[in-house]
């Protein structure tokens, strides 16, 4: 049984480098700034049993993922016996069901090859950077936009994304709170792992 307080987030994928840490994939209906910043345990389930597991790194990867450092995981091998295994976290909320029409509902009349380039201004912030791409990953959608140098990805959701601006080819967004933060702040000198390749990425 799930321990009490505690939410599936996900689960773990495969080995990342070889010094023991863990991709583990998130649920569509979690997002990435519900997570704590570095939460001190997690229970994975293995063999239906849900152990508890000393988190010694935990930063936010692509947009559906995780890296977590485990005690007593040293390398690849030892991780192997947690593939697949559910991952969860305690005090996590999980978000309503996502939509996958949602990019389709906020961008639906807007040429996705317009959004290339195009400037996302935060109604608090202002101006971020500018647009490289639409990331098709059902059941979500992400915007991917440059702050600086650094890649930020943003759900395509009506309560993040507000209205296209064609004549100042602004695209005017809500960023959930801790979203900059989390891209711009929590990345080691590993270099960002890449996003799988999509069919009709960009349709």
């Not at 996958?100 to 996302?120: C, K, M, P, R």
């Not at 935060?122 to 059902?138: A, E, F, N, Q």
């Not at 936009?145 to 759900?155: D, I, K």
Request: some cysteine; charged content about 25%; overall charge negative.
């Amino acid at each position: 049984m799930l321990p009490t307080g505690s939410t599936i987030i996900g689960k773990i994928e495969k080995a990342h480098g070889l010094h023991g840490i863990l991709l583990a994939h998130l649920d569509p209906q979690i997002q990435i700034s519900q997570l704590p910043r570095n939460p001190d345990h997690c229970w994975i389930e293995l063999d239906g049993r849900w152990t508890p597991f000393r988190c010694l790194e935990f930063r936010h990867r692509i947009p559906n993922g995780i890296l977590i450092k485990l005690e007593h995981v040293q390398n690849p091998e030892q991780g192997k016996a947690l593939f697949r295994g559910a991952l969860a976290l305690e005090n996590v909320q999980k978000s309503k069901k996502v939509d996958i029409s949602a990019s389709n509902h906020v961008l639906g009349f807007v040429d996705t090859e317009a959004l290339q380039g195009a400037s996302v201004v935060d109604k608090t912030l202002g101006p971020l950077g500018k647009i490289v791409r639409l990331h098709h990953r059902p059941p979500q959608d992400f915007l991917e936009f440059m702050v600086g140098s650094q890649s930020v990805y943003l759900p395509m959701v009506p309560e993040f994304v507000k209205k296209w601006n064609a004549d100042q080819k602004e695209l005017e967004c809500q960023l959930p709170e801790g979203l900059l933060d989390l891209y711009l702040n929590s990345h080691s000198g590993d270099a960002p792992e890449s996003l799988p390749q999509e069919h009709h990425d960009e349709d």
